[in-house]
Nanobody, 131 residues
C-alpha cells in the first residue's frame, strides 16, 4: 500500500491549509485512515482518524487539536484530507497519513488509533508556520 501526502507548505500564523492523502493502486475508501505529525525534535503525535463510513461514527481527534483540525474523505477521489485552520507555529511538523488494511476491523478507527501501530505510512508533507 503506497500512501502519498501533499499540500504542505510554508504559511503565516493564522492561515489555513488542506493536506491530502491519496493511495496509489489501492482503494483507500474501505479503510480507516489516520493523520499523524512529527515536529522537529519531538515524537510523532496523533492528529485524527476517520472511519471508512460515516455510519460507523464521527472522526476521532487528538483532544488538544480538534478545534482547529478537520479530517474528511472523498470516496469519489480515493482521497483523505486534513484541514488545518488558525495555524500556529507549533503546528510546524511533517504530517503523515497512515492506514492498515491487515488489522482486524480495518474500516474502523480503533480505540488505540492514537498509538500509531499502522503498517502503511506515507513519506509525509512538510508544514511550516512562521511569520
Amino acid at each position: 500500500v503506497q500512501l502519498v501526502e501533499s499540500g504542505g507548505e510554508s504559511v503565516q500564523p493564522g492561515g489555513s491549509l488542506k493536506l491530502s492523502c491519496r493511495a496509489a493502486r489501492f482503494a483507500l475508501d474501505y479503510y480507516a485512515v489516520t493523520w499523524f505529525r512529527q515536529a522537529p525534535g519531538k515524537e510523532r503525535e496523533p492528529v485524527a482518524c476517520i472511519n471508512s463510513n460515516d455510519r460507523d461514527g464521527s472522526p476521532s481527534y487528538a483532544e488538544s487539536l480538534k478545534s482547529r483540525f478537520t479530517i474528511s474523505r472523498d470516496k469519489t477521489k480515493n482521497m483523505v484530507y486534513l484541514q488545518i485552520d488558525s495555524l500556529e507555529p507549533e503546528d510546524t511538523a511533517v504530517y503523515y497519513c497512515a492506514t492498515d488494511p491487515w488489522q482486524d476491523q480495518s474500516h474502523l478507527c480503533a480505540s488505540t488509533w492514537h498509538l500509531g501501530t499502522y503498517k502503511s505510512w506515507g513519506r509525509g508533507t512538510q508544514v511550516t508556520v512562521s511569520s
